[in-house]
T-cell receptor, first 114, second 116 residues
Framework: GENVEQHPSTLSVQEGDSAVIKCTYS??????FPWYKQELGKRPQLIID?????GEKKDQRIAVTLNKTAKHFSLHITETQPEDSAVYFC?????????????FGTGTRLLVSP | DAGVIQSPRHEVTEMGQEVTLRCKPI?????LFWYRQTMMRGLELLIY????????DSGMPEDRFSAKMPNASFSTLKIQPSEPRDSAVYFC??????????????FGPGTRLLVL
């Protein structure tokens, strides 16, 4: 089955800096890669996702890149703000053979200091 | 839509007691998921349903855990008997297969369970 590894486990940056979180996956058939943000005491919420037919996707200050050959994908946050502080989870699954469950990474705790 | 609804939001119980967690998915969603989140193990999928039918319960830790979905708008996760190591936040999530974003799972607010 799919296995997703996520690094780093914690990341501290200064406000305005960029933050990068990386994930690797094991199943070459995986083709859908979402990122969830979980603020302290809150529920995980989808912030961006990417499918295997594209290499990059942007939404304002966040972007995700995908390298299918290397089987890794990354979340990039530019101009970080204190409200970006949260735990970020990556996940992977394949969607072309019917529904498959999402496999989540272990999470990255991002702390943005003012 | 109110989103996924879970109850109770917090539960404190004593070891050996039965615990029942409840979830109401978003109306019209046909997939429902139960997750457990702990610091040590992260976010674990316990079981998921499609059209009220359990599809994969391989994540259920042991026979003390059971889940049901009697209809499209209600599901329960039961722990009997509960143990201190069951202390965690339990999330319910739902998704809709008819949406082009079918893989998007919407999480409920979670139930924070503490077993003493």
């Amino acid at each position: 089955g799919e296995n997703v590894e996520q690094h780093p486990s914690t990341l501290s940056v200064q406000e305005g800096d960029s933050a990068v979180i990386k994930c690797t996956y094991s199943d070459s058939a995986s083709n859908y890669f979402p990122w969830y943000k979980q603020e302290l005491g809150k529920r995980p919420q989808l912030i961006i996702d990417i499918r295997s037919n594209v290499g990059e996707k942007k939404d304002q200050r966040i972007a995700v890149t995908l390298n299918k050959t290397a089987k890794h994908f990354s979340l990039h946050i530019t101009e970080t703000q204190p409200e970006d502080s949260a735990v970020y989870f990556c996940a992977a699954t394949r969607t072309n053979t019917g529904f498959q469950k999402l496999v989540f990474g272990t999470g990255t705790r991002l702390l943005v200091s003012p | 839509d109110a989103g996924v609804i879970q109850s109770p939001r917090h539960e404190v119980t004593e070891m050996g007691q039965e615990v029942t967690l409840r979830c109401k998915p978003i109306s019209g969603h046909d997939y429902l998921f139960w997750y457990r989140q702990t610091m040590m193990r992260g976010l674990e999928l316990l079981i998921y349903f499609n059209n009220n039918v359990p599809i994969d319960d391989s994540g259920m830790p042991e026979d003390r855990f059971s889940a049901k979905m009697p209809n499209a708008s209600f599901s329960t996760l039961k722990i009997q008997p509960s143990e201190p190591r069951d202390s965690a936040v339990y999330f319910c999530a739902s998704s809709f297969s008819g949406d082009r974003l079918q893989e998007t799972q919407y999480f409920g607010p979670g139930t924070r369970l503490l077993v003493l």
